[in-house]
C-alpha cells in the first residue's frame, strides 16, 4: 500500500475530525482502529475498549445470579405466581389450613424442578462455550512482531488474525490478505447456513494489489462500518487509509465467525465484530416457543377450574357463614372463639374461611399438569427422535424437534402448505433432454440410464450397511460452529457401476463438496447430438487452424457449439478436484484481470496494451468487479475522460491481434485430459450443476473458473480461454443470468444468457421475416417454444439459452453505463439491474434444455395417505405453471379424475370475475341441494343473484370437492387483496388440492396466514429453502426438509426432516400419538383433581364447611406430586390407541386428531360429572360403613384416601389402552409408594405433624377388614359407569380409532387383509359429502343445440361414463365415483358462464354486471377452440387425449381464462397450448409446424 | 456440539422401547372379556355381600337417648344444667341377652369435634408430657392458651371441651340394684395411651402442674381425672384419650367402658337396667343430642348393615349390566366376529 507521507499531516486532520464526528454518529455506525498502535496504552485509550471481546457466554446465569434470575424467570409463568401466593397465604394465621412450611413443599418442588432443568442446560451450555473460548488461533503481537496463538476468547476487536486452510473463525473478520493469487480466500459456510458450496471473499480492494506479505505493522486505517447486525448477507462500510481514501467495504470483505477457510494457505484479517456481536451469533435464536393448540384448550378448561375452585369455596364459605348464624349467641362447646377470646361474627369467619378454602382445593388447579405435560413432551420428543422410520441412512440424519412443545399439533394439522422444489422434488437436478436450434434431441439413452438408478433406488436396500467411517453431513447448525469436518478424501470414482452402495456413498460424500450425485453427474449423451458437436468443433478445428472466419460456420452447427458453451460458461460453477475437494483447480499461466475500468478497457482494446506489455498500472485503480456481479464500487474520476479517448479505430485494428489463439503452451496440458473426468463442479444451484454435467458429457467441459476467466474444454478444439468480462448474477425479478465473455475463437464480445423461458422468449430478437434466415430463425423460436411447452408438460424445468454478440462499440456504451451504475453511491442496485436489463435484450435463441428434479421417494403415496387422513394439501411454489402442474400430477396431488380451475388474471377486476365464476361454477356443481331440480331452477342459479362480498357464513356450506385449484402468482397477489381474499378462501376451500405458482416466498406466508386466521384451521408449512422460511414461521407447525438447500428452513422449523415422506409417519403415527396422548393426560389430570378435591368438599358438609380435611394434609400435598404422577406420565409418554401400523395404512384415524375428538370442551366436563360422581361414591360408601361407630377423623380419612388413590389409579387403568410392563410398574410402584409413605409417615413422629396427628393409624387401618373391604367395593362402584360406557362405546358406537384398535388385535395377516380390502369400513375421506344434483335425465346432447361449445363436453362425458362403468366394475362403487359421473353430466353447463364474462381489459366492466356475450367473443372462443385442438393433434404422444375448454375472456390474452379441464381416463396432460407469455401468432406457428 | 461425536452414525437404536414396540396387552373393553368379568366380580360380591349383611345381623344395638330436650325423658330436669350436678337415672330392659363382649358408648350428635378451628386447638407436645410447652402451650390453643396469663394446661378447645358426664350402670334384680361393672381399660388406642399421650416424668404428678390452670370449662384438674389410678390419671386417662381422638362426623359415639368383667363376660343378660347418668354435658347451646350404646361387635366392627347391601347392590348391579351387555351384543353382533 503506498501512501504518500505528506498525505499524514492530512490524514491526521481527517482523523481528529472523524473523531469528532464519532460522538453523534456512535449508535449508527462502528469504527474499528487496528488494536497494535494502541498496545502500549493498554486499554485507556484504545479506541476499540468498548467493544466486546471475543468471550462469548451463553450461558443464563451465573452462580450467584442463578437463585434470583431463575426465580424471577419462573414467576413468569402464572401458575407459579398463583401457587406461591396460595403458599404464602398459609402464612397468614387466621386463614391457615396446612402446616405453612409444608404447604411450601409442592411450589418449592416445582419450582427446584425446572431450576434443576435450567441448571443443568446452563451448565451444558457453560461447558461448551468454555470449549469454545479456549480454542487457539493466530493473533498478531506486536511485542513479538509475529503471530502468537492466542485462545478465542482473548481475540479482541482490531487484532490482526492469521488464518490457514481448514481453520475455523473465530470472529467476524475483514478479509485483508489473501495467500491466494487472485486475493480471494474461499470459506464453508456449512456451519453458518448450511450451503455446502463454497463462497469466495475477496480481500478489500485497497490491499488487493499488495505485493509483499501483509504487514500489521504498516497497517493504520480506520474502518468505519455497521452496528453488528444479524444480516448475513450485508455488510457495509468503508475503510479509510491515512492518505483519507475511502474504499468502501461490502460482504464479500468480510469473513463470518464460525465458517471454515477453504482452499486458501494464509488469509489475515482484522476483527471487526467479536464474540456475541458476530453476525453467527446474532443469528442463533433460542429454541422457539410455540403454544399448541391443545395448550390453549386446556388454558380455558384450567380457567373453568379456577371457576369451579371459586364457586366451590364461595359455597363454603357461605355455608360457613350460615352454620356459625344459626347457633346465634349461644356458643357452643366445640366452637372456637378467636385468639383474643371474642367470636367472630359469621360474615367475618365466611372472609377467612374462602382464603383457606382456597388453599385446601388448591389442588383442583393442577399444579404438576405443567410440569407434568412438559415431561411428556420431552419424553414424546425422544422418541420421535429416535424413530427409525425417520431416520435418513443416506444423510445419516433423523428428524430434528426444535420446537420441544407442539408435539401434539403435529396431530391436529387441517392444512399443510407445502414447497415443491426440494420438498416434493429431490432437489436433484438431472439433464433430461434439450434442443438446439430448434432440433429436440430426447436422449432417450439418458432416460434408460435414470430409470436404471431408480430402479435399482427401489429394488435394493438394507445391504448396504453404513460404515462408520463415512462422514457426516452436520445435523445441527448452531452458534457453535466449530464442528471439524472430517472429510473422507477418497472418492474414488463410482461411475457406472450402478451398485447403490456406491451411489448412497458418492451422494454422502458429494454432500460435502457439491450437489450432484452420480445421477446428477453421468449423462449419457445423445447419439445424434454428440455427432453434430463433433462435427462442429472438427470443424472449428479446421477453421482455425486455416484461420477462416468463424463466421462461415453453418449456423446450425455454430449454435450447437454456443449453446454447449453456454452451457459451461453461464453460471458461477466452481471447479474442483475430486481428490482435494476443496482445492481449487488451477492452470493459470497468465494473470489477467477482468475489466475493472474504462481505463482497463480501453488499454485491453488497444494495441497500446500488447506493447506496454502490464497491466500494474491498473493497481491505481481499486475497483474491481465481482464474479457474482454484486461488486461495490466506487468511481473513479477518470473514466468519463477516458472514455472519449475510445474510437472505433482502436478497435478494429487491434482485434486481431488481441484475441489470437489459445496459447500452444495449453496444448501442453492435454496430458491432464485424463483426469478431466474427475474434476468436481461446485455449484450454487443444482440445476447448474446438471447442465455442466450434461455439457461435460458432449465433451465440453468447464476446465477452469476464474474471476476472469473460464477455461473450457473442447472436443479437437482443446482447451479455450474465455475472457470473463463481466457476470450479471442470477435474481429472482430478471429470472435470469448471463455472462458477458470474449470468445476466443470469433474474438467477439459475446453475452451468453441463461433464463426461465418466459422472460428469455420475450428477449428474442424478433426475427426479420423477410429474410429466408429471420424465416428459420422464427421456426426456430416456435418449435423451441413448442418443445418448451412439451418439457414444462412432462414436468421439466426449462431453461432458454441464448446468445448476444455486441460489438465494441455497443459494449463500450454498454460498459460506461454499467460502470457508472456500479459506481454510484445511490441506487445502486437498481441501476445495476437497469444496466442488466439494458445488456440482455435481442437475443438470438440458442436452445433450451429440460432438467427433471425428480421426485422424491414416496411423495406420491405421502400425499394420497396424507389426503386420506383429512389434510389438505397445498402446494405453493416459485415454478412456473405447467411444471408445477405436471409435478401436482406425478406425485398425485392433482388426479387425472378431477376437474382444475385455472385462474390467470392479470388485473384485480379480472381476478374479481374469475373468481366469482368459479364460486358460481362451484355452487352450480356441487351445492345444488335437491336431486328434482330441473334444468331451469338449475339455470336460476346462475343468475347473478350472489352479492358482494361473500361472507362467511356464505363460505361454511362449501366443503371440499374433487376440483382442482392452480392459481399463479400475479392472480394470487390480487386473490390475496382484503377486498378478494374471501372469495379466494371460498373457492381455495372447496377444492381438493391448491397450487399456487410462481408465487414468491412473501406471497406463501400470506396464503398460510389467510387460511389459518380466517378458516381457524391447523395449518402446517413444509419446505426446504430460505423462500419457504416466512411460510415456515407464520405456519402453527413448521416443518423444514434438512436438504439440499441449506439450512435456513431448517432453522426457522419446529421439525426437520431429512425427507418429505416422513410427514407420513410424523403425522399420521408420532402426531396421532402425541396428541391422543396428552388430550387423554390433560383429561385425566383434571379428572383426578377434580375428583380428590371434591372429597374435600363433600365433607364440608359435615364439618360445618370450616375448611376442615379428613384427608391428611400429607396425603393431600404429595397427592398429585408424587402418588399419583408416575402411571399417568408413563400412560402420558407411552400409551398407543392404535398401532403405527394400523395408523399408516388407516390414515383417515388421523381425522379424530384434526376434529380435536379426544379432547373436547365437552369431554371436560363429562369427566368434570365422572370426577363428582366418583367422588361421591368414594365419600359415602365409606361414609355409611362408618356411620354410627367411633371411628376418628383421620382413621376415616385415610380409607377415603387409599380409596381414591386406588379409584383414580384404575381409571387410569381403563383408559389406558396399551398396557406394558413399564404401566404395570408404574402403577404397582404408586399403590407401594403410597403405602410406604403412609406407613413411615404414621409411624415416625408421636407428636409432628399437627393438627392431623396421624399417629398409627395406617399400620392399625391395615388391621381392619373393613379397610380392605371398602377398598375393594369402592373403586368398583365408583367406575362402574366409566367401565360400562366404555365397554358399550366399544359395540354401540365404534369410531374409527376404537375399529382400529379392534384391528391391532387380530393376528398380524388377517389384519392385513382386512386393511387392504376395506378403506371403507372405517370411513370415507370426503366427510361431508355434498347433496349434489342428481342429473340423470340430463343428457349431454340436450346441450348441444343451446350451446355449440358442449360438444368438447359431451364427449368428455361419454368417455366419463366409460370411466365410470369401469370404476363400477372395479367395484369401488365410492360417492366420488357416482359424483364425478355427475361432473360430467353438469359439465356442459359450465360455458354458460361465460355469458357473465365479456371481459377485456379497456373495458373492465362493473362487477356483477354481467354484459351480453359479444359475437366477437364467442368468435374467440371458437377460434380457441379449433386451437387447443389442434393442440391435441399437434401433441406427441405425452399428450394424448385431452379435452380442454377454454373461456376466453379477451381474443388477446390466453391467459385470461377459467380452464375447465378434464380429461379421459387414461390420464390428464395439459394440453400445453396455452402459455400466459404465449401469442397467438405462436400459436399459428404451431399449428403451422404440425403441418409440416 | 464441539466434540465431534464419535464415528457412530445418527441412526437410533432399534430398540423395543426406542421404537415404541415394547411388548403390550391391549384390553379391549369388548363382550368377550366385559361380560364374563362383570358376571364374577357380580357373583363375588354378592357373597361377600351376603355374609356382610348376615354378619351386621347378628349385632345387638341397644341406643338411649338421654339428651332431655323433651319433657318425658327422665334426664329432662338437667337439660338446662340448673344445678351443677345433676344426676338423672334411666330404667331399661332387655329382652335378650346381648351377647358379649358388650361395649358401652355415648354418642353425640351434631357436635363438630371435626371442625378445623376446633381440631388444631391443641398442643401435642403438652399432652406428651414435654413441660416446656406447659409454660408456654402453643399459640394454636388460643384462646384457650392462657387464663390472665397463667397457661392452661392440657390447653386449647379440644381438651377445653372434654365430655364430662359419667354413667352407672345397675342391673335391677329382685328390686335390688346391682351395679355392673364398667371396664374402662383399653377403650382407648394402644399407641395413644403408650406412645402419643405421657404424663410428665414428675413424682407427683401434681407438681408438674404448678403455674398452670385447668381448662375453664373443667370442673377437675387434669391430674384428678382418676386419683384411684395413677396409671389412668393426667393424660393418660383413658376417657381423655378417646376425647381427644376426634371423631370424624358430627354425629358420632365414643366408646365409654367395656362390660367384660364377671357375670356379664358373656354379655349383658336379659333383664331390667337402670343407668344412673352424671349429667354434666351441656349440648343445648347446639341442639345435640347424648345417647349412650349398648352394642357388641364383629369382626367387621358394629352393627353396619349398609356395607353388606352395598356389596349386595354392586353385585347385582353388575350381573344386570352384563346381561344388558349381551343383550346390546347379540344386537348388534360381536365385532370381533368379523
Not at chain 1, 437463585?67 to 404464602?88: D, G, S, T
Not at chain 1, 445495476?832 to 440482455?840: K, N, P, T, V, Y
Not at chain 1, 367411633?1190 to 377415603?1200: E, H, N, R
Amino acid at each position: 500500500m503506498a501512501r504518500d507521507s505528506d498525505d499524514a499531516g492530512a490524514a491526521k486532520a481527517s482523523k481528529a475530525k472523524r473523531q469528532r464526528k464519532k460522538k453523534p454518529k456512535e449508535n449508527k455506525t462502528r469504527t474499528v482502529h487496528a488494536n497494535i498502535l494502541y498496545d502500549n496504552a493498554k486499554g485507556e485509550e484504545n479506541p476499540n475498549r468498548h467493544y466486546v471481546n471475543n468471550k462469548i457466554k451463553t450461558t443464563k446465569y451465573t452462580l450467584l445470579s442463578f437463585l434470583p434470575k431463575n426465580l424471577f424467570e419462573q414467576f413468569h409463568r402464572f401458575a407459579n405466581v398463583y401457587f406461591v401466593f396460595i403458599a404464602l397465604l398459609n402464612f397468614v394465621p387466621v386463614v391457615n389450613a396446612f402446616q405453612p412450611e409444608l404447604a411450601l413443599a409442592p411450589v418449592v418442588f416445582i419450582l427446584s424442578v425446572t431450576a434443576i432443568k435450567d441448571l443443568w442446560e446452563d451448565y451444558r451450555r457453560h461447558r461448551s462455550d468454555k470449549e469454545i473460548n479456549h480454542m487457539d488461533c493466530l493473533v498478531y503481537s506486536r511485542l513479538e512482531k509475529r503471530y502468537m496463538e492466542k485462545y478465542w476468547k482473548e481475540v479482541r476487536v482490531g487484532d490482526f488474525i492469521r488464518l490457514r486452510c481448514n481453520e475455523i473463525l473465530p470472529a467476524d473478520v475483514l478479509l485483508l490478505s489473501s495467500s491466494d493469487p487472485d486475493r480471494l480466500c474461499h470459506i464453508e459456510t456449512a456451519t453458518l447456513d448450511g450451503e455446502t458450496n463454497l463462497k469466495q471473499r475477496q480481500v478489500v480492494r485497497s490491499f488487493y494489489d499488495l505485493d509483499c506479505e501483509f504487514d500489521p505493522l504498516k497497517y493504520n486505517s480506520i474502518i468505519e462500518c455497521e452496528k453488528p447486525n444479524n444480516d448475513l448477507n450485508r455488510f457495509r462500510g468503508y475503510i479509510i487509509h491515512r492518505s483519507g481514501r475511502r474504499d468502501a467495504l461490502s460482504k464479500d470483505n468480510l469473513l463470518l465467525r464460525g465458517c471454515t477457510i477453504r482452499n486458501t494457505e494464509e488469509a489475515v484479517g482484522i476483527v471487526i465484530y467479536a464474540g456475541h456481536e458476530t453476525k453467527a451469533m446474532l443469528n442463533n435464536n433460542g429454541p422457539r416457543y410455540k403454544r399448541s393448540k391443545l395448550e390453549r384448550q386446556m388454558n380455558v378448561d384450567v380457567f373453568w377450574c379456577v371457576i369451579i375452585l371459586l364457586v366451590m369455596c364461595l359455597f363454603t364459605a357461605v355455608g360457613h357463614g350460615l352454620w356459625m348464624f344459626q347457633y346465634g349467641d349461644k356458643r357452643p362447646v366445640f366452637d372456637v372463639l378467636s385468639p383474643d377470646g371474642r367470636d367472630l361474627s359469621p360474615i367475618m369467619s365466611a372472609i377467612y374461611l374462602f382464603l383457606t378454602m382456597i388453599i385446601v382445593f388448591q389442588v383442583l388447579i393442577p399444579i404438576s399438569l405443567f410440569v407434568s405435560i412438559e415431561i411428556v413432551k420431552i419424553c414424546q420428543v425422544y422418541f420421535i427422535h429416535q424413530d427409525l422410520d425417520l431416520y435418513d441412512e443416506e444423510t445419516d440424519s433423523h428428524l430434528q424437534c426444535r420446537a420441544l412443545n407442539i408435539t401434539e399439533d403435529l396431530g391436529q394439522m387441517q392444512y399443510i402448505f407445502s414447497d415443491k422444489t426440494g420438498t416434493l422434488t429431490e432437489n436433484k437436478m438431472v439433464f433430461r433432454r434439450c434442443t438446439v436450434a430448434g432440433v429436440e434431441y430426447s436422449h432417450d439413452a439418458n432416460a434408460r440410464r435414470i430409470a436404471m438408478y431408480q430402479e435399482m433406488d427401489s429394488e435394493e436396500e438394507e445391504c448396504m450397511s453404513h460404515g462408520g467411517t463415512l462422514p457426516r453431513r452436520d445435523s445441527v447448525t448452531s452458534y457453535q460452529s466449530a464442528h471439524v469436518v472430517l472429510r473422507s478424501h477418497s472418492t474414488k470414482s463410482h461411475r457406472r457401476t450402478g451398485s447403490r452402495a456406491e451411489a448412497k456413498r458418492a451422494s454422502i460424500l458429494s454432500k460435502h463438496t457439491a450437489f450432484s450425485s452420480p445421477m446428477e453427474k453421468d449423462v449419457t449423451p445423445d447419439p445424434q447430438l454428440l455427432d453434430k458437436v463433433n462435427e462442429c468443433s472438427s470443424q472449428m478445428d479446421f477453421m482455425r487452424l486455416h484461420r477462416q472466419p468463424m463466421s462461415q460456420l453453418t449456423s446450425d452447427l455454430a449454435d450447437i457449439i454456443d449453446f454447449f458453451i453456454a452451457l459451461t460458461i453461464c453460471n458461477t460453477v466452481v471447479v474442483s478436484s475430486p481428490n482435494q475437494p476443496r482445492h481449487k483447480v488451477r492452470m493459470r499461466f497468465e494473470l489477467k484481470s477482468p475489466v475493472k475500468t474504462i481505463e482497463d478497457f480501453i488499454k485491453r482494446f488497444t494495441p497500446s496494451r500488447l506493447t506496454s506489455g502490464s497491466n500494474s498500472s491498473s493497481s491505481s485503480s481499486l475497483n474491481r468487479s465481482s464474479n457474482r456481479g454484486c461488486s461495490s464500487l466506487l468511481s473513479s474520476p477518470s473514466a468519463d475522460s477516458t472514455l472519449t479517448k475510445l474510437n472505433e479505430e482502436q478497435f478494429s485494428g487491434s482485434l486481431e491481434h488481441t484475441f489470437s489463439a489459445v496459447p500452444p503452451s495449453y496444448d501442453g496440458k492435454t496430458s491432464s485430459n485424463l483426469e478431466e473426468g474427475e474434476l468436481r463442479y461446485e455449484a450454487e444451484s443444482p440445476d447448474e450443476a446438471a447442465l455442466v454435467y450434461a455439457a461435460r458429457a458432449y465433451k465440453c467441459s468447464l476446465v477452469e473458473r476464474l474471476p476472469d476467466q473460464v477455461t473450457v474444454e473442447l472436443p479437437h478444439l482443446g482447451k479455450l480461454n474465455f475472457e470473463l468480462l463481466h457476470t450479471l448474477g442470477f435474481d429472482s425479478t430478471r429470472k435470469r443470468m448471463s455472462v458477458v465473455v470474449r470468445h476466443p475463437l470469433t474474438d467477439q464480445i459475446t453475452v451468453y444468457t441463461k433464463g426461465a423461458d418466459s422472460v428469455i422468449m420475450d428477449l428474442i430478437k424478433p426475427p426479420d421475416t423477410g429474410s429466408s434466415k429471420g424465416k428459420r430463425k422464427k421456426k426456430i423460436v416456435c418449435r423451441t417454444q413448442n418443445y418448451l411447452n412439451l418439457y414444462a408438460a412432462d414436468g421439466l424445468r426449462t431453461l432458454c439459452i441464448a446468445r448476444k454478440v455486441l460489438s465494441k462499440e455497443e459494449y463500450a456504451c454498454w460498459l460506461q453505463h454499467h460502470l457508472q451504475a456500479e459506481t454510484a453511491i445511490q441506487g445502486r442496485e437498481e441501476l445495476l439491474f437497469e444496466s442488466a436489463l439494458r445488456l440482455e435484450t435481442n437475443l438470438h435463441l440458442l436452445g433450451a434444455t429440460g432438467i427433471e428434479d425428480r421426485l422424491q421417494d414416496g411423495v406420491p403415496e405421502t400425499i394420497a395417505s396424507l389426503r386420506k387422513a383429512g389434510l389438505q394439501i397445498w402446494v405453493l411454489t416459485g415454478d412456473k405453471q405447467e411444471t408445477a402442474v405436471n409435478i401436482a400430477y406425478a406425485c398425485k396431488l392433482l388426479d387425472p379424475e378431477e376437474e382444475i380451475l385455472t385462474l390467470n388474471a392479470d388485473s384485480q377486476e379480472a381476478c374479481a370475475l374469475l373468481l366469482e365464476e368459479s364460486l358460481h361454477y362451484i355452487q352450480a356443481k356441487f351445492l345444488c341441494s335437491s336431486g328434482d331440480q330441473t334444468t331451469n331452477a338449475f339455470h336460476s342459479n346462475f343468475a347473478p343473484v350472489e352479492t358482494y362480498p361473500f361472507s362467511s357464513s356464505h363460505i361454511s356450506p362449501f366443503s371440499v370437492h374433487r376440483l382442482g385449484l392452480v392459481i399463479d402468482g400475479r392472480t394470487l397477489a390480487y386473490a390475496l387483496d382484503k377486498s378478494l381474499e374471501d372469495k379466494f378462501l371460498a373457492v381455495a376451500r372447496s377444492c381438493r388440492s391448491v397450487l399456487c405458482c410462481r408465487s414468491t416466498p412473501l406471497q406463501k406466508s400470506m396464503v398460510v396466514k389467510l387460511v389459518r386466521n380466517k378458516l381457524k384451521v391447523m395449518t402446517l408449512a413444509i419446505g426446504d429453502g430460505a423462500n419457504d422460511v416466512s411460510m415456515i414461521q407464520v405456519a402453527d407447525v413448521g416443518v423444514g426438509i434438512s436438504g439440499q438447500e441449506g439450512m435456513q428452513a431448517v432453522m426457522a422449523s419446529d421439525f426437520a426432516l431429512p425427507r418429505f415422506r416422513y410427514l407420513q409417519k410424523l403425522l399420521l403415527v408420532h402426531g396421532h400419538w402425541c396428541y391422543s396422548r396428552l388430550a387423554n393426560m390433560i383429561l385425566y389430570f383434571f379428572y383426578k383433581n377434580a375428583m380428590f378435591v371434591s372429597l374435600i368438599f363433600w365433607y364440608q358438609f359435615y364439618c360445618g364447611f370450616s375448611g376442615s380435611a379428613m384427608v391428611d394434609q400429607w396425603y393431600l400435598i404429595f397427592f398429585n406430586l408424587m402418588f399419583s404422577a408416575f402411571p399417568q406420565l408413563i400412560t402420558g409418554t407411552l400409551d398407543k390407541d392404535v398401532s403405527a401400523e394400523t395408523l399408516q395404512r388407516l390414515p383417515q384415524l388421523y381425522m379424530s386428531g384434526q376434529n380435536s375428538e379426544e379432547y373436547k370442551p365437552y369431554m371436560f366436563w363429562m369427566n368434570m360429572i365422572d370426577a363428582f360422581y366418583q367422588s361421591l361414591a368414594c365419600f359415602f360408601i365409606p361414609y355409611f360403613a362408618y356411620a354410627d361407630s367411633d371411628v376418628d377423623l383421620f382413621t376415616w380419612g385415610t380409607p377415603i384416601t387409599t380409596i381414591a388413590l386406588l379409584t383414580i389409579l384404575v381409571q387410569l387403568g381403563i383408559e389406558t389402552k396399551t398396557w406394558t410392563w413399564v404401566n404395570w410398574l408404574s402403577i404397582a410402584f404408586s399403590v407401594a409408594l403410597f403405602f410406604t409413605v403412609a406407613l413411615c409417615y404414621n409411624a415416625s413422629c408421636p407428636t409432628c405433624y399437627s393438627p392431623s396427628n396421624p399417629y398409627w393409624t395406617m399400620q392399625k387401618l391395615l388391621q381392619d377388614p373393613l379397610f380392605y373391604l371398602l377398598c375393594t367395593i369402592t373403586p368398583i362402584a365408583a367406575l362402574l359407569p366409566r367401565y360400562f360406557y366404555r365397554a358399550c362405546q366399544g359395540t354401540l358406537f365404534p369410531n374409527p380409532v376404537r375399529v382400529g384398535r379392534q384391528l391391532d388385535k387380530l393376528p398380524a395377516d388377517t389384519r392385513r387383509n382386512i386393511l387392504g380390502l376395506s378403506r371403507v369400513t372405517v370411513g370415507s375421506p370426503l366427510r361431508a359429502e355434498p347433496p349434489f344434483l342428481s342429473l340423470n335425465k340430463l343428457s349431454p346432447e340436450s346441450w348441444n343445440n343451446k350451446d355449440q361449445r358442449s360438444i368438447a363436453g359431451s364427449k368428455t362425458s361419454q368417455a366419463k361414463q366409460a370411466a365410470a362403468s369401469q370404476t363400477e366394475e372395479k367395484g369401488q362403487i365410492s360417492p366420488p365415483a357416482r359424483m364425478e359421473k355427475h361432473f360430467s353430466d353438469l359439465f356442459p353447463l359450465a360455458p354458460s358462464e361465460l355469458d357473465a364474462l365479456p371481459y377485456t381489459k379497456n373495458d373492465p366492466p362493473l362487477p356483477g354486471t354481467p354484459q351480453p356475450p359479444s359475437a366477437k367473443d364467442s368468435e374467440c372462443f371458437r377460434r380457441t377452440l379449433q386451437l387447443s385442438d389442434q393442440s391435441v393433434n399437434v401433441s406427441t404422444p405425452l399428450v394424448s387425449q385431452t379435452d380442454s375448454i377454454q373461456l376466453n375472456l379477451a381474443p388477446d390474452r390466453a391467459s385470461e381464462c377459467v380452464r375447465f379441464r378434464r380429461s379421459s381416463e387414461t390420464g390428464l396432460r395439459p394440453d400445453g397450448t396455452v402459455q400466459p407469455a404465449c401469442r397467438t401468432a405462436q400459436q399459428e406457428e404451431q399449428s403451422l409446424h404440425t403441418a409440416l | 456440539m464441539v466434540k465431534e461425536e464419535e464415528d457412530s452414525s445418527n441412526r437410533p437404536d432399534n430398540t423395543a422401547f426406542t421404537q415404541q414396540r415394547l411388548p403390550a396387552w391391549q384390553p379391549i373393553l369388548s363382550a368377550g372379556i366385559v361380560i364374563p368379568g362383570f358376571v364374577l366380580i357380580g357373583l363375588a360380591f354378592i357373597g361377600i355381600g351376603v355374609g356382610l349383611f348376615l354378619t351386621s345381623r347378628d349385632i345387638q344395638v341397644l341406643e338411649m337417648d338421654y339428651t332431655g330436650a323433651d319433657g318425658s325423658s327422665p334426664c329432662s330436669v338437667c337439660y338446662n344444667l340448673a344445678d351443677k350436678n345433676c344426676v338423672c337415672t334411666m330404667s331399661f330392659s332387655i329382652d335378650s341377652l346381648i351377647k358379649g363382649p358388650v361395649f358401652f358408648y355415648y354418642g353425640l350428635t351434631n357436635y363438630f369435634q371435626n371442625q378445623r378451628r376446633y381440631g388444631v386447638s391443641r398442643d401435642d407436645k403438652q399432652l406428651y408430657g414435654d413441660t416446656s410447652n406447659f409454660a408456654s402451650p402453643n399459640s394454636e390453643c388460643a384462646p384457650y392458651q392462657y387464663i390472665s396469663n397463667v397457661p392452661i394446661v392440657p390447653c386449647g378447645s379440644v381438651a377445653n371441651s372434654m365430655f364430662n358426664d359419667t354413667f352407672e350402670l345397675f342391673k335391677n334384680v329382685n328390686g335390688q340394684s346391682l351395679p355392673v361393672p364398667l371396664d374402662g381399660k383399653g377403650i382407648a388406642w394402644w399407641t395413644d395411651y403408650n406412645v402419643k399421650f405421657q404424663n410428665p416424668n414428675v413424682t407427683p404428678l401434681i407438681n408438674a402442674f404448678n403455674g398452670t390452670v385447668r381448662p375453664p370449662f373443667w370442673s377437675k384438674n387434669v391430674y384428678e381425672l382418676d386419683t384411684t389410678d395413677a396409671s389412668n390419671n393426667g393424660f393418660i386417662n383413658q376417657d381423655f384419650l378417646v376425647w381427644m381422638r376426634r371423631a370424624a362426623l358430627p354425629d358420632f359415639r365414643k366408646l365409654y367402658r367395656r362390660i367384660t368383667d364377671g357375670d356379664y363376660s358373656a354379655g349383658l343378660p336379659a333383664g331390667n337396667y337402670s343407668l344412673k347418668i352424671h349429667y354434666n354435658y351441656p349440648v343445648n347451646g347446639f341442639g345435640g343430642k347424648k345417647k349412650v350404646v349398648f352394642s357388641n361387635v364383629s369382626w367387621m366392627g358394629g352393627k353396619n348393615e349398609f356395607l353388606g347391601i352395598a356389596y349386595l347392590v354392586i353385585g347385582s348391579l353388575c350381573v344386570v349390566m352384563s346381561v344388558v351387555m349381551l343383550i346390546v351384543y347379540a344386537k348388534f353382533k360381536f365385532p370381533e366376529d368379523n
